[in-house]
T-cell receptor, first 110, second 114 residues
Framework: DAKTTQPPSMDCAEGRAANLPCNHS???????VYWYRQIHSQGPQYIIH???NNETNEMASLIITEDRKSSTLILPHATLRDTAVYYC???????????FGPGTSLSVIP | SAVISQKPSRDICQRGTSLTIQCQVD?????MFWYRQQPGQSLTLIAT?????????ESGFVIDKFPISRPNLTFSTLTVSNMSPEDSSIYLC???????????FGPGTRLLVL
């Protein structure tokens, strides 16, 4: 599985867009980019995933570069409840084991 | 989707004892995974459990310390054996509802070993 790198922490003002970057330069052609988040004291929660096209759902948007070496998770209007650790994962299918890196700790500030 | 529950939600145990953590899924699933999350750290995969076969352990984890059962397609247990304070962690199970779906995680079991 491809290794991903993320900044250890980020701040975002409440109501503004939070843009969380992820580098996955060794991603293979059949690996998806998955994003999960873990709110304090809870199990990780799925956010979104994509292969090469940009994706959007009710929680977030995922922008994947054309060369697929990096991606950005966008929370369009961050709220205090979005304060969490965000994990970017590269994996072929959801049957594959998920190898978590340290993630990005996002703090949404009032 | 899959809804996962874990028992117990938390426990305080004495060193040298063992604790069995239960993971129940509301649907039949092929793969189940067990993770450990030490204080302030990310999640570390312990093992993968398929129904009807021996669990596959990651480097640094052994069956004698973390025996796993997978008796059917909706249930699994993880035992933390001969516990020491270093085993104080959150233990989580997860599964997937399909190859192109997402993984779902249980709420975790918070273990404190004294």
């Amino acid at each position: 599985d491809a290794k991903t790198t993320q900044p250890p922490s980020m701040d975002c003002a409440e109501g503004r867009a939070a843009n969380l970057p992820c580098n996955h330069s060794t991603i293979s052609g059949n690996e998806y980019v998955y994003w999960y988040r873990q709110i304090h004291s809870q199990g990780p929660q799925y956010i979104i995933h994509g292969l090469k096209n940009n994706e959007t759902n009710e929680m977030a948007s995922l922008i994947i570069t054309e060369d697929r070496k990096s991606s950005t998770l966008i929370l369009p209007h961050a709220t205090l409840r979005d304060t969490a650790v965000y994990y970017c994962i590269a994996q072929k299918t959801s049957y594959d084991k998920v190898i978590f890196g340290p993630g990005t700790s996002l703090s949404v500030i009032p | 989707s899959a809804v996962i529950s874990q028992k117990p939600s938390r426990d305080i145990c004495q060193r040298g004892t063992s604790l069995t953590i239960q993971c129940q899924v509301d649907s039949q699933v092929t793969m189940m995974f067990w993770y450990r999350q030490q204080p302030g750290q990310s999640l570390t995969l312990i093992a993968t459990a398929n129904q009807g076969s021996e669990a596959t352990y990651e480097s640094g984890f052994v069956i004698d310390k973390f025996p796993i059962s997978r008796p059917n397609l909706t249930f699994s247990t993880l035992t933390v054996s001969n516990m020491s304070p270093e085993d104080s962690s959150i233990y989580l199970c997860s599964t997937s509802s399909g190859a192109q779906e997402t993984q779902y995680f249980g709420p975790g079991t918070r273990l404190l070993v004294l």
